[in-house]
């Protein structure tokens, strides 16, 4: 999105490490409120959050003035997620859909949990690394649900429109999306994963 940019906190890895956003005359810009939920018919904006192959969990603060990205806090630490051998990190950029909301009154028939309060979290798959704040244009492929400690998570799997593979990924039950994992001959760990073309199974 050019008529948004982000500025950093320089302190990272803490509770002080915030990235807000700015319009090019240097006001302040909200995320979740300001970028539209759409570009044109049936393409969406993410905001990118975590950087794949990164560990920290970081996400938009709905409840917090400018609604900075920042680092997520479980039971009063500084969330990472568990690495995935061989993997470091996320697999995938990881961010998420502004102007939705998962609703924390509303209970899911998929799930029979309520929504978990926070935006819509969307996974961008294939090529490009994208950095912390970047707002892109994705196209969705599927979705999938979650429940995460008795709340549901929705999360959108999504490819850039701009990315050199978009117009082979259309639905992920024409291509598949999903990571297989193949355990090597004579071994009891899983080798790096890999995107498959082949027909989805579901």
């Not at 948004?4 to 240097?26: A, Q, R, Y």
């Not at 409840?63 to 920042?70: A, R, Y």
């Not at 309060?117 to 196209?139: L, Q, Y």
């Not at 995460?148 to 429109?161: L, Y």
Request: charged residues 25%; contains cysteine; aromatic residues 10%.
């Amino acid at each position: 999105m050019s008529s948004c940019s982000s500025k950093e906190h320089p302190v990272s890895h803490s509770l002080k490490d915030w990235l807000f956003f700015k319009s090019p005359s240097g006001e302040y810009r909200l995320p979740f409120h300001d970028i539209p939920v759409y570009t044109v018919k049936n393409v969406f904006h993410m905001v990118m959050e975590v950087t794949r192959w990164t560990k920290a969990k970081m996400e938009i603060i709905t409840k917090d003035p400018l609604n900075p990205i920042k680092q997520n806090v479980k039971k009063g630490k500084l969330h990472y997620i568990a690495n995935f051998f061989p993997h470091k990190g996320y697999i995938w950029n990881y961010g998420a859909i502004p102007q939705t909301w998962k609703n924390p009154g509303h209970n899911d028939q998929h799930t029979s949990c309520c929504g978990d309060n926070h935006p819509i979290d969307a996974c961008k798959i294939v090529s490009k690394i994208c950095s912390r704040g970047e707002v892109i244009k994705v196209k969705v492929l599927g979705i999938l649900v979650t429940t995460d400690e008795g709340e549901t998570d929705w999360k959108v799997i999504a490819i850039n429109v701009d990315d050199p593979d978009a117009a082979n990924y259309n639905d992920i039950r024409n291509k598949i999306i999903l990571l297989k994992f193949k355990k090597k001959k004579n071994s009891g760990h899983m080798p790096c994963s890999e995107i498959s073309g082949s027909k989805s199974k579901f």
